[in-house]
């Protein structure tokens, strides 16, 4: 699924986060990204889910808000591929949404990995802040309260791409 979005971003990245069950298995990945077609540039907002091939523990349900019934229909986690070539990928603790993605037959080497937790870690001298800490401290912007409550990895992808 694609939808619009309003943040501005160079042609050469993208914004991805990945949800996932036990194991590293892909459930839903968001990438946000730069398209231009026929010189119109726009933001897109990539939203896949996928089923696990397995069943969701009820701390995951929990967690990601996705019921095992939403990703009966859709395809195994193992396709899950980022949709566009871009040589930057951004995120946050990137380091399991790689292996994850390593784990499906992607190829992530090639790609050049930006983690805004790392860069948080610098910039303030903290360790491992969650994302919401993150842009709590950064940015606190309540403008987009409620517009996530369907895609958890799509709220992550806004929000790390707003950091």
Not at 111 to 118: M, P, S, V
Not at 140 to 156: R, V
Request: charged share 30%.
């Amino acid at each position: 699924m694609q939808i619009k979005c309003d943040i501005k971003i160079p042609d050469d990245i993208a914004v991805i986060d990945a949800e996932m069950c036990d194991r590293g298995r892909i459930i839903e990945l968001t990438t946000l990204f730069t398209s231009i077609n026929k010189k119109v540039r726009r933001t897109v907002v990539n939203i896949d889910r996928y089923n696990p091939k397995r069943k969701m523990n009820d701390v995951v349900i929990s967690y990601h808000g996705i019921q095992q019934k939403e990703l009966e229909n859709c395809k195994p986690f193992f396709h899950a591929r980022i949709k566009c070539k871009k040589k930057y990928i951004i995120g946050h603790d990137v380091r399991n949404d790689k292996n994850a993605l390593q784990k499906c037959g992607e190829r992530v080497d090639n790609l050049k990995w930006i983690c805004t937790q790392k860069l948080i870690n610098v910039l303030f001298k903290r360790k491992n802040m969650s994302l919401q800490k993150s842009i709590d401290l950064l940015i606190a912007d309540e403008k987009y309260t409620g517009m996530f409550d369907m895609y958890k990895s799509y709220k992550d992808t806004y929000n790390t791409a707003q950091l």
